[in-house]
């Protein structure tokens, strides 16, 4: 049977024409095809444009973080970055309810409202899980960062010694009398008395302990006190400009007046945060650090040299973000002169910890092959002497595990350190307090017992800090 479109009568399948209307019966009427949702093609052109978008901040977001200058939570730029990427987000879910609302639109075709969906969701739950990667890295990365205290946190031991503290020891005593003297020989204008203070050192390589130079506390002795005024550190900075031009050819000059510009670039810049420097911080730092790296490099045409120039020189590089290629090459430079000289090691370790620009692992790797280089009893102090000098300088509140060191060869390079220092207090203080980070609760006990109860400042800070880890050692 067939059926009139216009009026609803029936007739036989072969009738052509209804009797009524004059309606063809052969002729079906003609199929509309569906249209793309207006919402879905929304969903899918937004849900794409934002996730290129989104990659291209996180590429970004990569690049900025090896800007971060060293020690900071946060790189430069890194508001915007997280700002740019809420409004990315938001403009994803808005395409994640465009998509929704697609398919709910029958008369239209859902193939891009069901690709919407696929996008924005996979790019929602992409940088949600990149987030929550990188949450969980820092959080491990800041266990590292503990205060050194909290380590050994735990109750009273009944300790084998009084403890009382010392300050300054022996060797600390040498170091303020030595900066004393050549402060005040400089303040007299005595240039000639004080070049040859230096030359003798810087001949001698006389050394502490802990590995640094005597020669360096004559350049640590013109670097005015924490207290100084913006006033007394630019009436230094003119002083030494005056050595300068009445000894043009004095190394010690030179170097003197660039190792007080890097440490009043720091000043500048203060020791906070780096969301915490100003705009006037950052500019002054970097301009005092050029001054320092111009300075220094007019001094190289010098007939005279000084390893210490190439520990400011570094100093400044790690400031002014050198890559690593050229740091590599300013360190070979500085072997090339001088192979002994501890403090470069040291520098170069700083710059290579996984908190400034080294890799996991790569610290170590690096001050074993440096140590092996020199060899024998030379090259196991040596990486002692750095792991100490890390401590020291770097604010590392266990240096041991967060750089992956050999505790054995520390301890086997303090054995030799104790061997040829025999009186100094405070290799056996360090020796002990490395041992405590390692976890050696045996040898820790063995070297707190050497030390007699005497907390050495210079290692240990303060007297609890001390007693901290006695208690840990000898409460096991």
């Not at 020989?185 to 590995?211: C, H, I, Q, V, W």
């Not at 290629?325 to 072997?335: E, L, P, R, S």
Request: charge should be negative.
């Amino acid at each position: 049977m067939k059926k009139c479109s216009y009026c609803g009568a029936e007739y036989p399948d072969d009738a052509v024409m209804c009797a009524v209307d004059q309606t063809p019966l052969n002729i079906t009427p003609p199929r509309l095809d569906k249209r793309h949702s207006g919402l879905g093609i929304t969903s899918f052109v937004i849900s794409v444009a934002v996730g290129c978008f989104i990659l291209a901040v996180l590429c970004v977001a990569a690049v900025l973080n090896t800007h971060r200058i060293p020690g900071d939570r946060t790189y430069p730029g890194q508001l915007a970055v997280g700002l740019i990427t809420i409004f990315l987000m938001a403009a994803e879910v808005v395409a994640f309810g465009f998509g929704i609302a697609a398919l709910f639109q029958s008369e239209k075709k859902r193939l891009f409202g069901i690709l919407g969906l696929v996008f924005s969701s996979a790019t929602i739950v992409g940088t949600i899980g990149l987030i929550i990667i990188g949450l969980v890295y820092m959080g491990s990365r800041a266990g590292l960062h503990e205060t050194r205290p909290n380590q050994f946190n735990g109750p009273s031991a009944v300790l084998p010694f009084q403890v009382t503290t010392v300050w300054p020891d022996a060797e600390s005593r040498e170091m303020l009398d030595r900066k004393t003297l050549a402060n005040n020989l400089f303040e007299a204008t005595n240039y000639d008395k004080l070049d040859d203070l230096a030359g003798t050192f810087r001949s001698s390589k006389e050394g502490y302990a802990s590995g640094g130079w005597k020669l360096n506390d004559i350049y640590a002795g013109l670097v005015p006190p924490d207290k100084a005024s913006e006033v007394d550190w630019q009436n230094r900075i003119a002083a030494l400009q005056d050595w300068i031009d009445a000894k043009p050819d004095s190394i010690t000059a030179r170097v003197s007046l660039a190792n007080v510009l890097v440490n009043f670039a720091w000043k500048a810049r203060g020791s906070g945060w780096q969301n915490t420097v100003t705009d006037e911080g950052w500019r002054l730092f970097g301009n005092r650090l050029h001054q320092a790296m111009k300075v220094l490099n007019s001094a190289e045409s010098l007939k005279a040299q000084c390893p210490y120039s190439w520990t400011v020189k570094m100093r400044a590089a790690l400031g002014l973000q050198m890559d690593k290629d050229q740091f590599n090459d300013m360190f070979h430079q500085a072997m090339i002169y001088e192979s002994d000289y501890e403090p470069s090691y040291v520098q170069r370790a700083v710059y290579l910890m996984p908190r400034w620009y080294g890799g996991e692992g790569e610290l170590e790797t690096d001050l074993a092959k440096s140590a092996d280089q020199m060899g024998g009893d030379d090259g196991d102090m040596l990486y002692a002497q750095v792991v100490w000098g890390i401590h020291a300088r770097a604010s590392s509140p266990n240096v041991i595990k967060e750089n992956h060191f050999s505790w054995p060869r520390v301890d086997k390079g303090f054995a030799i350190i104790e061997e040829r220092f025999p009186d100094s207090l405070a290799a056996k203080s360090e020796r002990a307090c490395l041992a405590a980070y390692a976890g050696d609760v045996r040898k820790t006990k063995e070297y707190l017992a050497q030390t007699q109860g005497k907390a050495d400042l210079v290692i240990w800070y303060t007297k609890d800090e001390y007693l901290k880890i006695a208690n840990w050692a000898y409460g096991q």
